[in-house]
């Protein structure tokens, strides 16, 4: 499947979910927060968790997730965030390593537990650079899609108000 196919059905995905604006932004939201994180295997949990507790539509989380951590972006994502990290917090952790560590978690096949302990022999340091990166990247996302995933719910909203008055 093309990269504009795969955006384009998230997006109708998502416009065709149905609740109260301000859930469905912060589901959103949250899950691109989410998903630019470098937690693979945890993601999913990590959202839903965390949509329990903010009051946020689990659906649109997942959405939001997917779109943005998928895998013609989790390379990247996870080059970039440790970019950012090794840059704040240097230590020494080769890129070579990490990638290691993404393929076999991404496209390994392996168990979760097995998945889990790939990223645990990175070591500490090596993780804490990454969720630095991660966390430094999510925060200009965050400031971005909550406001325009509202006005995109609110507009929705209204559209189908007028569309059932008028029917």
């Known amino acids: 499947m093309k990269p504009q196919r795969t955006f384009r059905y998230y997006y109708i995905k998502i416009l065709r ?3 109260d604006p301000h859930s469905l932004a912060r589901g959103l939201t949250l899950g691109v927060a989410a998903g630019i ?3 693979m ?8 968790v965390l949509a329990f507790i903010l009051r946020a539509n689990s659906i649109a989380a997942i959405l939001g997730g997917f779109m943005i951590s998928n895998p013609f972006t989790i390379v990247p994502q996870y080059y970039l965030a440790w970019r950012i990290g090794k840059f704040i917090y240097p230590v020494d952790l080769s890129w070579n390593r990490v990638h290691e560590v ?3 978690v991404v496209f390994g096949g392996g168990s979760f537990g097995e998945r889990l302990g790939a990223i645990g ?7 804490a650079v990454l969720l630095l990166g991660g ?13 325009l ?6 507009a929705v909203r209204d559209k189908r108000r007028k569309k059932h008055v008028l029917s």
Not at 121 to 127: K, M, P, R, T, Y
């Open 102 to 104: 993404v393929e076999f």
């Open 149 to 154: 995933s509202l006005r995109l719910f609110i």
């Open 17 to 19: 979910l149905q609740g």
């Open 41 to 48: 295997p945890l993601q999913l949990v990590t959202i839903m």
């Open 121 to 127: 022999q990175l070591g500490f340091e090596s993780i």
């Open 135 to 147: 966390m430094i990247m999510a925060i200009p996302l965050v400031l971005i899609a909550y406001p």
């Open 37 to 39: 994180m470098p937690i």
